[in-house]
């Protein structure tokens, strides 16, 4: 992104994109609100593998013992 001096906004040098400062600060708020979302539900699912894979380990366990 470059700053285009005439028309008081950011410029995209691959795509032509142009947005002012107010409008690519809510869009990387957007992303970032999205990526620590995604990151939450990936650690919830790996805390339940987790958790899963500890019980059927004990479960395995007992079954031995008896």
């Known amino acids: 992104m470059k700053f285009d001096p ?5 410029v995209c040098q691959r795509c032509g994109l142009a947005v002012s400062r107010a409008e690519l600060d809510r869009l990387w708020d957007e992303q970032r609100s ?4 995604e990151d939450a539900e990936r650690e919830k699912s790996q805390h ?3 958790y899963l894979e500890w019980w ?7 079954k031995r013992k008896k």
């Open 6 to 10: 005439k028309s008081s906004r950011q």
């Open 34 to 37: 999205s990526y620590r979302h």
């Open 48 to 50: 339940r593998r987790d």
């Open 56 to 62: 059927l380990s004990k479960k395995g366990k007992e």
